[in-house]
């Protein structure tokens, strides 16, 4: 059963616009988040991530935003660029789980120039 | 800036054969993890060490072996390999016991099983 659920796979935005992506979580004891970004043939990368004390992080362009009650996390990207095309992994690590990470199956966002 | 170093980058067995998956990391991280990445799917772990000596099970960790060799090194080997372990393995490291820290990813083994 997927514990980390991130719907609507692809997503289309055009440059300058914001991408906004979604994250439905089940584990109440999840206690931290992260986002990943990939690209092809490439391994993923860290991008910003949230402990869940908090309901807001902010990285320049990205902001991860957290609403424990819903079990919901979503990431914004302002403005979105041609270089930010690449699929995102949203993540969430166990607290009792010496730090293993469940993963999303990934969102797709294309960036339109 | 090697970070997580893995090879091969490719990789075709045939149905029974067995092979070793290599992974090495230069940041001094105590936690290493293998996933597997198929098509549509997230990743998946199938195994990990916590730090040098130990090693436990992950998600789906049935048909593979580890090995935590060293600090840096944490191999993953298939010892009769099936099709359904064709996918693409990716190795990551984390600093000290890991918590709050991101895990970082080497590119990943792109392994076909025919």
């Known amino acids: 059963d997927q514990q980390v659920k991130q719907n609507s796979p692809s997503l289309s935005v055009q440059e300058g616009r914001i991408s906004i992506l979604n994250c439905d979580y089940t584990?109440?004891?999840?206690?931290?988040f992260l986002w990943y970004k990939k690209y092809p043939a490439e391994g993923p990368t860290f991008l910003i991530s949230?402990?869940?004390?908090?309901d807001k992080n902010e990285d320049g362009r990205f902001t991860v935003f957290l609403n424990k009650s819903a079990k919901h996390l979503s990431l914004h990207i302002v403005p979105s660029q041609p270089g930010d095309s690449a699929v995102y992994f949203c993540?969430?690590?166990?607290?009792?789980?010496?730090?293993?990470?469940?993963f999303g199956k990934g969102n797709q966002v294309v960036v339109i120039p | 800036n090697a970070g997580v170093t893995q090879t091969p980058k490719f990789q075709v067995l045939k149905t029974g054969q067995s092979m070793t998956l290599q992974c090495a990391q230069d940041?001094?991280?105590?936690?290493m993890y293998w996933y597997r990445q198929d098509p549509g799917m997230g990743l998946r772990l199938i195994y990990y060490?916590?730090?040098?000596?130990?090693?436990d099970k992950g998600e789906v960790p049935n048909g593979y072996n580890v090995s935590r060799l060293n600090k840096r090194e944490f191999s993953l080997r298939l010892e009769s390999a099936a099709p359904s372990q064709t996918s693409v393995y990716f190795c990551?490291?984390?600093?000290?016991?890991?918590?709050?820290?991101?895990?970082?990813f080497g590119d990943g083994t792109r392994l076909s099983i025919l």
């Open positions: 993540a969430a690590r166990d607290l009792y789980g010496n730090n293993r990470l469940a």
């Open positions: 060490s916590a730090s040098e000596g130990t090693t």
């Open positions: 584990n109440s004891m999840f206690d931290y």
């Open positions: 990551a490291s984390s600093e000290g016991d890991g918590r709050g820290q991101p895990q970082h």
């Open positions: 949230i402990s869940s004390i908090k």
């Open positions: 940041m001094n991280h105590n936690s």
